[in-house]
């Protein structure tokens, strides 16, 4: 079926306007793990979509709410879902005030527990902080965990942990401090899933190059759980003072012994570079200083670079980087270029 004819049906259906013919069809397409995804993405925006200006005589639509949810016995507790992005539906929303009237509401929610078979509260959004290139960020987790997330990178959390579930989602780096809790915290990235109880650790999750993505784990304190994700192979478990990556979705490598403080320099606006290849370490200075820079001669990014530079400028790094390399650099029209001197 058409993206755009299977969107109108739901759209039908959750504005309590669609036809029985329409519902059937909707069941049978919600056995699709796509579909029912997108679908439960629209219910829970439905559900988020402010009261437009209503005349005196709208509903109580909050009275409404109330006398259905105890009608329904909904469940207070609340499981994190992926939520496709919802935009559209708000734009098409705004476009018909007339649709965020109370009575259509509670039928769309009376229609959506039918098809779904579980209560509409249950599904969750997560928010999102963010940090820009050249910014960092401490932000306080609902548990009273706290995270110092680095430059370029982004953190989603529910907006509330349960007892048994703490999870968060990060693209990036980030360094947490973890509560201790009954429950364990976990961290998703691309392509591994980190464990903690409480400790101090700092997670490098970004891609290597184009779709290859490399999950990187440092524990300051504690113990540390590391496994790649969708895979049968065993975590490897990391106590204080060790290292270990998931590779793609390769087994995690064997824990390594490493200087956690030199290696957490970037907390202290350090850069540090111990043997990394060219290309991942000119992404960390485009990160570190929102600079645009392309590397011309792909001969460059297989080598590798060990160095330390301790809140220098752009200029001085890059000259730095370049004659440990035997490369040069110009910068023009807002842009650095380095190339190989040869």
């Not at 570190?288 to 460059?300: M, T």
Request: hydrophobic residues 40%; proline residues 6%.
């Amino acid at each position: 079926m058409e993206r755009d004819k299977f969107r109108r049906i739901v759209i039908r259906v959750v504005t309590g306007e669609a036809s029985e013919a329409e519902i059937r069809m909707l069941q049978e397409l919600l056995k699709s793990p796509g579909h029912r995804a997108f679908y439960e993405s629209v219910v829970s925006a439905w559900t988020h979509v402010p009261e437009p200006p209503s005349p005196p005589s709208m509903p109580d639509k909050k009275k409404q709410w109330a006398d259905l949810e105890k009608r329904l016995s909904f469940s207070s507790e609340k499981k994190p879902v992926r939520v496709p992005d919802t935009g559209w539906f708000f734009r098409w929303v705004a476009g018909r005030p007339g649709i965020a009237a109370a009575g259509a509401a509670i039928a769309c929610l009376l229609a959506a527990a039918v098809i779904l078979h579980q209560p509409v509260r249950d599904l969750v959004v997560y928010r999102s902080v963010r940090t820009q290139n050249g910014e960092t960020k401490t932000w306080v987790l609902p548990d009273g965990s706290q995270v110092l997330l680095n430059h370029g990178s982004r953190l989603s959390v529910p907006r509330s942990f349960t007892p048994a579930c703490r999870e968060v989602k990060l693209q990036g780096e980030a360094f947490f401090d973890v509560m201790a809790a009954e429950g364990p915290f976990t961290i998703q990235t691309g392509n591994a899933t980190v464990t903690v109880l409480g400790t101090e650790f700092d997670v490098w999750a970004r891609e290597k190059k184009k779709r290859v993505m490399e999950t990187r784990v440092i524990v300051k304190e504690g113990t540390v759980r590391l496994g790649a994700s969708g895979s049968d192979t065993a975590d490897v478990k990391l106590t204080a003072g060790l290292m270990a990556s998931v590779d793609r979705r390769l087994p995690p490598s064997v824990p390594v012994p490493v200087d956690v403080n030199h290696r957490l320099g970037w907390m202290e606006r350090r850069l540090v570079f111990e043997e990394t290849p060219v290309r991942e370490a000119f992404q960390e200075l485009v990160r570190y200083y929102n600079v645009s820079i392309v590397l011309k001669d792909k001969e460059l990014e297989s080598l590798t670079i060990t160095a330390v530079f301790d809140r220098l400028g752009i200029d001085v790094v890059l000259e730095s980087i370049c004659l440990a390399i035997d490369a040069e650099y110009v910068y023009e029209k807002g842009h650095y270029t380095v190339f190989s001197r040869n």
